[in-house]
């Protein structure tokens, strides 16, 4: 122990990072020094739960700990993704309900405001369910009534604290964005002063017809804006970007960031986001001076995209860009040439990149939510989706089509999966270049054995 307690503050500090909740509380009755590190860890966040038991343990928390353990909190999780009702503001806000789900949602959200009482706050997360409404369905556990509601408060309660967060995160945020002009305002002034913002967005998904999941205006509307509403007012101070979503984006649902440039962005993390057009991967380029870290979790080059002729206007590319295709009546056509090991040399121009993950997050899916807050552990590696193509707002790894009769499919077969080895190859280079150790293990060699199978020839 002696030895232990010997060492430098500061390695003491990297060492107890790493240990479990439940070891900290133990440490804290081993010795005082290490008590007093491990209790600032402990304590370091705190997640509070729509749940009566969470929100009076909040509660207790704030009124009888002692203050070293307060002034610990830098971080808050407000989870409310287990929670389910159909509740809007005016409901939740009624006081003559005695209804206990009712009753149990309006004492959560109204702890909000006692976030003030954490000193040191800088880093606030709030989560909803991953299930979302579709065209005003009432049948999900978060309607939209609910989720305006909450962030209401949220809002009301974040811009009222004696310093404004520096980190905001939403998770499982519904494709669609506060009107209220009020609300805009505070989260404008919230996205003023962030270093670091997260986006995990949920969008509606029909299990029986999922090719209707790109059918809604407002997964459109919600793209098409999210660099003005959310994005613009935090141009100037933040350091750090990840927008994951449900639904693979940025060509259809389109999300065009070339007129959004950070000056300080070190660390860009992108999930499901797909490529189609060389100014994509200009705009990451673009932030060359100071970017840091890159993860790219589950996103795909698109090496052809055939789009009704009436959605040219909501997709990436320039409407006069595509041709036409015998196969495909009706639908506009084009093709991309660059491929991954493209993508992965122009890369290693960037001279301050010192991390850099491409390939498959297992947590996908996990919770049935986007990954969340963990970048670093994305399997590095080709995976069976990193290329894709788009048809009758579809996305699938290979591009088919119905010829003679129209009971037959053909595929289009100009597919990159041959270039799987040397796309490989350039991701190694690319990783050996800045200094960052890859080793491939079983998770790893699997994925990139799946890739490998699709590459072979049809039979």
């Not at 994509?280 to 001076?289: F, N, T, Y």
């Amino acid at each position: 122990m002696q030895s232990l307690i010997s060492l430098p503050t500061e390695i003491l500090h990297q060492i107890i990072r790493s240990v479990e909740p439940g070891s900290l509380k133990t440490l804290r009755q081993v010795c005082r020094s290490l008590g007093e590190i491990g209790k600032e860890h402990l304590f370091e966040s705190v997640t509070v739960y729509a749940t009566e038991e969470s929100c009076d343990g909040f509660v207790d928390f704030l009124e009888n700990e002692d203050g070293d353990c307060i002034q610990s909190v830098t971080k808050v999780y407000l989870d409310l993704s287990e929670f389910e009702g159909l509740y809007s503001y005016d409901t939740y806000n009624d006081e003559t309900s005695n209804e206990p789900m009712e009753k149990e949602f309006r004492k959560f959200v109204r702890l909000f405001p006692r976030l003030k009482e954490l000193p040191r706050l800088r880093s606030v997360v709030l989560r909803f369910h991953p299930d979302c409404s579709e065209d005003g369905d009432s049948d999900v556990p978060h309607t939209l009534g609910l989720r305006s509601a909450v962030m209401k408060e949220f809002l009301s309660a974040i811009t009222a604290l004696p310093q404004l967060p520096r980190e905001l995160a939403i998770r499982d945020l519904q494709n669609v964005n506060e009107s209220n002009s009020d609300e805009v305002e505070r989260i404008e002034k919230v996205l003023q002063n962030l270093c670091s913002l997260r986006l995990n967005i949920a969008n509606p998904h029909n299990q029986g017809n999922p090719e209707c999941d790109l059918y809604h205006d407002e997964i459109h509307t919600f793209f098409s804006a999210l660099p003005s509403f959310w994005l613009k007012p935090a141009l100037q101070n933040l350091e750090h970007l990840t927008i994951y979503s449900s639904h693979y984006f940025g060509y259809y649902p389109k999300l065009d960031l070339r007129g959004v440039h950070f000056p300080r962005l070190r660390t860009l993390a992108l999930g499901n986001y797909t490529f189609v057009h060389d100014s994509q991967l200009d705009w990451i380029l673009s932030h060359r001076d100071t970017l840091t870290e890159l993860y790219l979790d589950d996103c795909a080059i698109l090496w052809a995209v055939a789009p009704f002729d009436k959605d040219k206007e909501r997709t990436y590319l320039d409407p006069d860009s595509y041709t036409t295709h015998s196969g495909l009546v009706g639908h506009g056509y084009a093709t991309y040439d660059k491929r991954w090991h493209h993508y992965f040399k122009t890369l290693q121009e960037l001279s301050h990149l010192r991390h850099f993950r491409y390939g498959h997050s297992e947590y996908w899916s996990a919770d049935e939510s986007t990954p969340f807050e963990c970048e670093t552990d994305i399997i590095i590696g080709m995976h069976e989706e990193s290329y894709l193509t788009f048809t009758s707002e579809c996305y699938s790894p290979e591009l088919t089509y119905y010829y003679g009769t129209g009971r037959s499919m053909k595929w289009v077969d100009e597919g990159p999966l041959p270039w799987i080895e040397e796309d490989q190859t350039s991701l190694e280079e690319l990783l050996m270049k800045i200094g960052q150790k890859y080793v491939i293990d079983e998770a790893t060699e699997d994925q990139i054995d799946r890739v490998r199978y699709l590459g072979q020839p049809r039979t």
